[in-house]
């Protein structure tokens, strides 16, 4: 059934109606279009718009073509032009004449807005539980690992030690943030566009704060334009998303890295990794390379987006119909690369020897002797210099900052003292940090603390 024919003489080409057809993705919002319809008669009933029987039988109506797709005795018709044109046929061929009333004072404008922004509200919804498992996951891991201590990096190259739990808990902080912004996107989006019509309102008395407060907004939006032609909070979502896959990307090549023979500082699970069909040794972590691939999709979800909005004028047009897929198509892929990231993250087993022994090399206490200098009177650019010599004497000797012996170290500053073993062990140079947001135990026992009030 086709809501436009009424002006049209001629059939539409095959073609032409496959290509502007939405039913094959817009399907999805079944749930979503029914929920809003099953307002708009209620508000029509309550308006006297339509008669309140015509709107129980409606209500009814509807709630069977739910239930019956839901219990899959109702398949919907991939031949209509869209999810809109099904549900309302579908009802019309239920209740009869009554299901025609179901339009009165709306278009399919404002219905798709509202169907859209109920998808992207439930869509968040389901997601924040997501990452907030995946917040659950490392804290636990960090709870575990105050003493697994390991080198901290900057450009890839051992810098200073730091403890598991401190490492991990950038990406706690990562995924907190994300979870913010979530939270964000779904308050300033949840205004109500139901009510706007095509472009222009209507003349009929709505009451667009009975069918806002009803479907849970927080209101009706304000401009009817706006209203049918805004889909910034798909963008906004969209780039939000992107960040989450930025930081899930990041963790992969993490993962990876340290999954190699270089490093061995985890082994991942059977179940998250996989072989070579022609190298009988290896173990591949293929789904930290999947998520860091996909990364690149949901980034094209935001760019196709992006293009696809930036030149059209008001009201609606419809280019617009190109959110639905790639916002579908980004949405289930972060979701599943999050439920899978963090499987593979809950079963990892962590090297802690292989991880106390790169920290201990890489001269990643260095620093820390240089503080030791300071703590001295030395001034902190003299320290450095001094310390920059004592790397300098160990790379030719092939030996570590700790493998010195005290007259070498005299021979280089005569400030140095036996003391200076001490100052410079991996248990020290991270015990000794204890500022807020550092890797010392009494500040990582107040940050866990507040994760877990968080949590």
């Not at 964000?184 to 472009?199: E, H, Q, T, V």
């Not at 022994?357 to 003299?382: C, E, I, M, Q």
């Not at 004497?393 to 493998?403: H, S």
């Given at each position: 059934?086709?809501?436009?024919g ?15 057809a ?33 709107g ?69 919804d ?100 706006d ?65 860091r ?19 059209l ?25 999050l ?20 920290a ?33 004497f ?62």
């Amino acid at each position: 059934m086709k809501l436009w024919g009424g002006r049209f003489t001629g059939e539409t080409n095959e073609q032409v109606y496959q290509f502007n057809a939405s039913i094959g993705f817009d399907k999805r919002f079944f749930e979503q279009d029914i929920r809003g319809s099953i307002a708009h008669a209620g508000m029509l009933a309550k308006q006297g718009i339509i008669t309140a029987e015509e709107g129980q039988a409606i209500k009814n109506g509807l709630d069977s073509i739910l239930e019956d797709i839901k219990q899959g005795r109702l398949a919907i018709d991939e031949t209509a032009e869209d999810i809109h044109s099904f549900v309302e046929a579908e009802l019309t061929s239920r209740i009869g004449e009554a299901g025609k009333k179901l339009h009165t004072g709306r278009s399919r404008n404002d219905q798709v807005a509202l169907d859209m922004r109920l998808y992207t509200r439930d869509y968040i919804d389901s997601l924040d539980p997501v990452i907030r498992k995946l917040l659950g996951t490392l804290y636990r891991i960090m709870s575990e690992n105050t003493q697994t201590y390991m080198p901290g990096f900057t450009h890839l190259q051992k810098a200073q030690p730091v403890t598991l739990a401190h490492h991990l808990g950038a990406y706690f902080e990562m995924f907190r943030r994300d979870r913010s912004r979530l939270a964000d996107i779904r308050k300033r989006m949840n205004y109500c566009p139901l009510g706007s019509g095509a472009l222009a309102g209507t003349t009929y008395p709505l009451d667009r704060e009975y069918t806002a407060e009803v479907l849970g907004f927080d209101g009706p939006t304000l401009n009817s334009m706006d209203s049918v032609s805004d889909r910034d909070y798909i963008i906004e979502l969209l780039s939000a998303l992107a960040t989450i896959m930025m930081h899930l990307s990041r963790f992969s090549e993490e993962i990876i890295i340290w999954n190699t023979n270089e490093y061995r500082f985890i082994e991942i699970d059977d179940a998250y990794s996989t072989g070579s069909s022609i190298m009988p040794q290896k173990k591949n972590p293929d789904i930290a390379e999947l998520v860091r691939g996909k990364t690149g999709r949901v980034y094209g979800a935001l760019m196709s987006m992006l293009t696809s909005l930036k030149g059209l004028p008001l009201a609606y047009n419809k280019d617009m119909q190109e959110d639905k897929e790639v916002f579908f198509d980004a949405s289930d892929t972060v979701i599943s690369c999050l439920e899978l990231f963090d499987g593979m993250l809950a079963t990892l087993r962590f090297n802690k020897e292989n991880m106390l022994k790169s920290a201990a090399g890489g001269f990643t206490n260095a620093t820390d002797a240089a503080d030791y200098l300071v703590g001295k009177g030395v001034p902190f650019r003299d320290a450095h210099t001094i310390v920059g010599k004592l790397v300098l004497f160990c790379l030719k000797r092939n030996i570590a900052l700790d493998e010195m012996s005290i007259e070498d170290y005299k021979a280089i500053s005569p400030v140095f003292e036996p003391d200076v073993y001490d100052a410079i062990s991996i248990r020290s140079c991270v015990e000794r940090r204890n500022t807020i947001g550092a890797p010392g135990p009494e500040a990582m026992k107040k940050i866990l603390e507040e994760y877990r009030k968080y949590l």
